[in-house]
């Protein structure tokens, strides 16, 4: 018996939209990014893109526990001297909230070709409505 190693054009990939409306955002990342990985699926291989798409509505009505809306904070480097800067996530939730949600589940993607392939199926929107009907994506709730 040998193992059966899943090869890139052989995976079908599907659509799902999950609604963020008051569901908690390290909770529901999780199960975004397994869902990209193809976790989910018999033919998971950790190597190899198995994954679906992820349409992500309601972004703007996300929730945090605790005091994380005003202690945690985002930070990124421009390179050049003095070029760090830092958002809070109230803040971040308030100019993109799109963004919160990348970073949540970019950061429970890998580190590498895989996570950055990975990460371009996921469809992040603030409000209810996004371009993807076409594609017939089946609702996922947690």
């Known amino acids: 018996m040998s193992t059966q ?3 890139e054009n052989e995976v079908s990939r599907a659509w799902f939209v999950i609604d963020m409306d008051n569901q908690v955002l390290g909770r529901v990342a999780s ?6 990985r193809g976790k989910h ?3 998971y291989s950790p190597s ?5 798409f ?15 809306f005003a202690d945690k904070t985002y930070y990124h480097y421009s390179g050049y001297q003095g070029g760090l800067k830092s958002i809070t996530a109230a803040k ?3 100019k993109r909230p799109e963004e919160l949600i990348k970073k949540a589940v970019k950061g429970m993607l890998p580190k590498n ?7 371009k199926k996921l469809k992040v ?4 409505d996004h371009p993807h009907a076409a594609q017939q994506p089946k609702t996922l709730s947690f």
């Open 92 to 94: 971040l939730l308030e």
């Open 5 to 7: 190693v899943a090869k």
């Open 54 to 68: 992820v349409v992500v509505v309601n972004a703007d009505k996300v929730k945090l526990t605790g005091q994380k």
């Open 41 to 43: 699926k018999a033919i």
């Open 113 to 119: 070709r895989l996570g950055r392939q990975l990460i």
């Open 125 to 128: 929107y603030s409000g209810t």
């Open 48 to 52: 190899v893109d198995t994954g679906d």
């Open 31 to 36: 199960e975004i990014a397994a869902i990209l």
